[in-house]
């Protein structure tokens, strides 16, 4: 479980970072980037919805695989 959490969900944010470096979309919480997703500019709608939700996806998977206390759970939802 480790080396699929630090390689391949740090492989989905960092290319999600890239994706969105200087657009207003770095600063905003990934699920809510995906819940309206139609308004993301095209230019990188698929960076957003790739890594993005593969990020997402992957936020979900280690909350329902692990044992943290809910408040810390919806901390992880935000990009670090």
Do not use: C
Request: hydrophobic residues 35%; charged residues 25%.
């Amino acid at each position: 479980m480790r080396l699929h959490h630090d390689k391949h969900h740090q492989v989905y944010l960092d290319k999600l970072r890239q994706g969105i470096a200087g657009t207003p979309y770095e600063h905003h919480d990934v699920s809510d980037t995906l819940r309206q997703l139609a308004t993301v500019p095209e230019g990188i709608r698929n960076v957003v919805r790739n890594h993005g939700g593969g990020f997402a996806n992957h936020n979900l998977f280690w909350e329902v695989m692990g044992r943290r206390p809910a408040a810390r759970r919806a901390a992880s939802w935000r990009m670090p």
